[in-house]
């Protein structure tokens, strides 16, 4: 069974520092999404990387992935409030399978 | 539509009542998704179509959990008899096909049992 861990589950930094947010899973895969989740909303996609090597960045985000590590990363940079959110990692066991999602990262920015 | 519709979008009913949950997926997408997020928690899978295929009932907590994808589009997920721990906020997903598999959620519906 295919279990996706993200690492810090909470976050609480200052406006301007950087930080990186850490998704391990436990099978191969090459398919992996960073999704944000603000308080009673929905989840928003923020990234898609599917080869070994990807980065994408966003703003203050970048995202890529390692598939030989089995790991993903989230990097925030210059962080400011607007990023407090909850940050998913979803892991594609295999095409066409279905999502796994790690339990979300809490990040707070303060000012 | 322009993106993955959730109907209702607040539900409460009382225990042991049954309730059915809607989504309409964004048009075109082979692959839909059911998930639940109690509060303060992660995402736990529930239910997953993908075009004609047998859907992935793995998730599903209890044999009180029932979903359906009627002409491969609009999908109905049925609670029998519903318990308090069945609160929570059921989500839906939705994906072009096996090789496009971004996921878009729609909003939710927010389920309470009293």
């Known amino acids: 069974e295919l279990k996706v861990e993200q690492n810090p589950l909470f976050l609480s930094m200052q406006e301007g520092k950087n930080y990186t947010i850490y998704c391990n899973y436990s099978?191969?895969?090459?398919?992996l999404y960073w999704y944000r989740q603000d308080p009673g909303k929905s989840l928003e996609s923020l990234f898609v990387?599917?080869?070994?090597?990807a980065v994408k960045q966003e703003g203050r985000l970048m995202a890529s992935l390692d598939t030989k590590a089995r790991l993903s990363t989230l990097h925030i940079t210059a962080a400011v409030h607007d990023l407090s959110a909850t940050y998913f990692c979803?892991?594609?066991?295999?095409?066409?399978?279905?999502?796994?999602f790690g339990e979300g990262t809490q990040l707070t920015v303060n000012p | 539509g322009a993106g993955v519709s959730q109907s209702p979008s607040n539900k409460v009913t009382e225990k042991g009542k049954d309730v059915e949950l809607r989504c309409d997926p964004i048009?075109?997408?082979?692959?839909l998704y059911w998930y639940r997020q109690s509060l303060g928690q992660g995402l736990e899978f529930l239910i997953y179509?993908?075009?004609?295929?047998?859907?992935?009932k793995s998730g599903l907590p209890s044999d009180r959990f029932s979903a359906e994808r009627t002409g491969g589009s609009v999908s109905t997920l049925t609670i029998q008899r519903t318990q308090q721990e069945d609160s929570a906020v059921y989500l839906c997903?939705?994906?072009?096909?096996?090789?496009?598999?971004?996921?878009?959620f729609g909003q939710g519906t927010r389920l309470t049992v009293v």
């Open positions: 997903a939705s994906s072009l096909d096996r090789l496009n598999t971004e996921a878009f």
């Open positions: 099978t191969t895969s090459d398919r």
């Open positions: 990387l599917l080869s070994n090597g």
């Open positions: 979803a892991v594609e066991e295999t095409s066409g399978s279905r999502l796994t």
């Open positions: 048009s075109g997408h082979t692959a």
């Open positions: 179509f993908q075009g004609n295929s047998a859907p992935d």
